[in-house]
């Protein structure tokens, strides 16, 4: 089983271009999460699926930033316009049930804005 | 704001059991308790969790009190490769709402 997968694994652009952050989760995974890790902040959650629908969203920071997940092994999170503030680790998790179940975390993405 | 407080930091020899506490008094009745750890650059990696009674596995042991307001990771036999930050979170068993991180404990295991 390869984990997580997520990219691209860096990611550096200029303030105002739009990113795009992707995640496979583990197969048989009916749960997919996104956090975002900052020295400030911590690790806060974003948003999370089941079963491929958003259940909460109340973490995304702003209207800048969106979450969808097309299909049961894809998902994508996507800032636009990208700002410095944005610049941390975000990272994909997944878990095979809606019911109290371990969650596994991807490598993150380390996102960097000019 | 995270329902469970742990310490800053801690040292602990290698070989020796590390005991990391983690405060959780206001978590409800039907909230397991869970435990992660990051070591540096890496993703969370889960490590155990439980609800009333205590729990063991290849990696370490849970102990949660009676009254469920506190409970104690044990790492048996700590290497240097423990090194990492643990954190200790809370989830409500009904449904996986993702999970709420504090800021951990930093764990350093010395040589």
């Known amino acids: 089983d390869a984990g997580v997968i997520q990219s691209p694994r860096h990611e550096v652009t200029e303030m105002g271009q739009e990113v795009t952050l992707r995640c496979k989760p583990i197969?048989?995974?009916?749960?997919l999460f996104w956090y975002r890790q900052t020295m400030m902040r911590g690790l806060e959650l974003l948003i999370y699926?089941?079963?491929?629908?958003?259940?909460?969203d109340s973490g995304m920071p702003e209207d800048r930033f969106s979450a969808k997940m097309p299909n049961a092994s894809f998902s994508t999170l996507k800032i636009q316009p990208s700002e410095p503030r944005d610049s941390a680790v975000y990272f994909c998790?997944?878990?095979?049930?809606?019911?109290?179940?371990?969650?596994?975390f991807g490598p993150g993405t380390r996102l960097t804005v000019l | 704001d995270a329902k469970t407080t742990q310490p800053p930091s801690m040292d602990c020899a290698e070989g020796r059991a590390a005991n990391l506490p983690c405060n959780h008094s206001?978590?409800?009745?039907?909230?397991?308790v869970y435990w992660y750890r990051q070591i540096h650059s890496q993703g969370p990696q889960y490590i155990i969790h439980?609800?009333?009674n205590n729990e063991t596995n290849e990696m370490a042991s849970l102990i949660i009190t009676e009254d469920r307001k506190s409970s104690t990771l044990i790492l048996p036999h700590a290497t240097l490769r423990d090194t990492a930050v643990y954190y200790c979170t809370s989830e409500s068993g009904g449904g996986a709402d993702g999970l709420t991180f504090g800021k951990g404990t930093h764990l350093i295991i010395q040589p």
């Open positions: 699926f089941n079963n491929n629908v958003p259940i909460d």
């Open positions: 439980g609800l009333k």
């Open positions: 197969s048989g995974h009916n749960s």
């Open positions: 206001t978590i409800s009745g039907n909230e397991y």
């Open positions: 998790a997944s878990s095979p049930t809606r019911v109290s179940d371990t969650q596994y």
